[in-house]
């Protein structure tokens, strides 16, 4: 059973930092690109980053650029999310996902709160 597993998340001041995680079992970690959407409250998805299977190339949306690093270890089959400089535009949950064989996986989320 393909599973994702997101942490990380919780309350920051504007200006800190965050570190997500999303824990995948049930499949070949390193054989598939990995991905990180959000949703803000009232809200559709907004996908913020991409990061390839083999190079490990990443990609952005223009939103989260110079300021949120996406990386995975397949030796722990995680992938994560370093988010710095926090805005309280950020204010979303945050999920995993994945694409295997046509479907589409994600986590149940992990909470991210900007605010002073």
């Known amino acids: 059973e393909v599973q994702l597993v997101e942490s990380g998340g919780g309350m920051v001041q504007p200006g800190g930092s965050l570190r997500l995680s999303c824990a995948a079992s049930?499949?070949?970690?390193?054989?598939?690109?990995m991905s990180w959407v959000r949703q803000a409250p009232g809200k559709g998805p907004e996908w913020i980053s991409h990061i390839n299977r083999g190079d490990s190339s990443t990609v952005y949306a223009d939103s989260v650029k110079g300021r949120f690093t996406i990386s995975r270890d397949n030796t722990k089959n995680t992938m994560y999310l370093q988010m710095n400089s926090l805005k309280p535009e950020d204010t979303a949950v945050y999920y995993c996902?994945?694409?295997?064989?046509?479907?589409?996986?994600w986590g149940q989320g992990t909470q991210v709160t900007v605010s002073s």
């Open positions: 049930g499949f070949t970690f390193s054989l598939y690109d």
């Open positions: 996902n994945t694409v295997l064989l046509g479907a589409a996986y």
